[in-house]
């Protein structure tokens, strides 16, 4: 019954879009039916180029995702760790994060040119503060009697990081890696639409530049279903893994 009241929506819109494509009422230009879309992507995905452009967007996102989590965790740990480096990067940190990345673009444009390294800081600009900031909530559970008893059984810098401060913060780890993948996502395509020779965001844009308007669509359901099916993934991954410690991750 779950499986069914998931793909409901996704059957009804579907018929919609069959109905209002076969109506007339918009030009097949403008909205080509789904069967049409569906045989444009088998073609796509048979011809290489959907994988091609899969692969670089995949690529691109991992390298993003794990420097922007990489720095966070740095960060944050400094941050919390020195109170007076907090208080110098505090102003700064918070003006950067008003800055919306793509408002960047050409500034790393003419800094880094069109390429691999301005999407990729692109995407570390969009999804940095995510991350940081849950990581650094979850550090500020740590409590002062936590502190005193670890100090108190003489526990190794490891075993102190292992057993008093990942439990502490795991719950917000979480919240921020999947906060931190959707932004990444997302800033991704919105990278690859200005800056970029290839991927799906590319893929969009160059479809849309020569009116096919098939490979444009399937192009953003690309999008959308591989940032659903990855999300999903990595939900169900912390749950399996974590849910006997941390139920309330298994949402």
Wanted: net charge positive.
């Amino acid at each position: 019954m779950r499986v069914m009241r998931v793909l409901l929506t996704p059957v009804l819109v579907l018929v919609y879009w069959q109905a209002v494509a076969q109506s007339g009422l918009v030009s097949a230009y403008l909205l080509p039916a789904p069967w049409t879309v569906a045989k444009t992507a088998m073609t796509m995905w048979e011809t290489g180029l959907l994988p091609q452009h899969i692969a670089a967007s995949l690529q691109r996102v991992a390298q993003g995702f794990s420097l922007s989590v990489a720095l966070g965790c740095l960060l944050a740990a400094l941050t919390a760790r020195f109170s007076l480096l907090d208080q110098f990067l505090a102003a700064p940190l918070s003006l950067l994060r008003m800055v919306p990345p793509l408002a960047l673009i050409p500034l790393l444009i003419l800094w880094l040119g069109i390429g691999e390294a301005t999407q990729i800081t692109i995407i570390v600009l969009a999804s940095f503060f995510p991350f940081f900031l849950n990581v650094r909530e979850g550090l500020s559970r740590l409590t002062d009697a936590q502190r005193e008893l670890a100090r108190s059984l003489h526990l190794s810098p490891f075993r102190y990081i292992f057993y008093v401060v990942l439990p502490c913060g795991v719950p917000s780890i979480i919240t921020g890696l999947r906060l931190t993948f959707g932004y990444s996502w997302r800033a991704l395509v919105g990278a690859e639409l200005i800056a970029a020779s290839s991927g799906l965001g590319y893929l969009v844009v160059d479809a849309q530049q020569m009116m096919h308007t098939d490979e444009v669509i399937v192009g953003i359901l690309t999008i959308g279903l591989f940032g659903w099916s990855l999300d999903a993934a990595f939900r169900r991954l912390c749950a399996l893994t974590l849910r006997r410690r941390f139920p309330e991750l298994d949402a």
